[in-house]
């Protein structure tokens, strides 16, 4: 188990391959070259930040914490709801609205990985020396006798630093939704738990053959809940209150990250409302 309060990182990523107006601070990351390899992280995505219309070879889960989110125009997330952004799926372009995001990007369930932050960061600083980043796209600069016009077409600058890393164009997965999925926590009920007494759940989401799930436990004080031996890794968000976890005391704004067979025995004194979201399963199917 590993646990992070947002208060106590920075911002501490950013990356050529787009604009600037964004301010990543990394909460848990996953193991490069895994097929369920993540980066978990806190987004302020500003005004200032664009994308163009782009698909990905890897999945996104983004939760809003603070005002709002789009991910195409027209189309907003608002707070407290959640998106769900499959690989191969287009969308965008994006304009930021000064949104704080819990988001995730983690290996799909094609098995074509995640490339990590840092990885993409150096790629995009190599790319940026001989040619340019331009509202998400990237353009290699050309020689004074290449002619002007017609030669050098630009790309997706994630797609351009996925390829300088792989010297290989990326082959993305077949999209198994033809868009986005927003959904809305507040109209869904509370369950209450069969096993676990005070405990009660909002399961918002099952996607792809790999079973990625993600929803909300409402935990009643001194509540215990139990989890089985876990099947894939288990990443989750204390939206209020407290749990306590392995006999220590986490607040709000804490982050998890759980790994595959674990058995964690959450507990709570006031009362704790956890987001949680289940990586893709990648052991064989019982």
Known sequence: MRAVHTNDVAPNFNSPHRNSDIGMARLSKGDPGEPDNYEFSVLRIGSGYTTPRHHHNFDQIHYVLEGEHTWAPRSIIPQGHVAYFPEGTFYGPQQGLDGLVLGLQFGGASGSGFMDYDTLRTASEELAASGTFDDGMYRPRTDESTPPTGTVARKDG????????NGKPVDYPAPRYGSPIIVDPGSFAWIPSSND????HK???????????????????????RLEPLRSRRLQYVVDGDLTVDGKVFGSGTAFAFEVSESPVLSTDEGAEIYWIELPRFSPAD
């Open 158 to 165: 994630y797609e351009a630093a996925w390829e300088h890393v």
């Open 197 to 200: 007494h005070g405990v009660h």
């Open 203 to 225: 399961h918002l989401l099952t996607v792809t053959e790999r079973c990625v799930s993600i929803g909300f436990t409402l935990m009643d004080p001194r509540a215990e809940l």
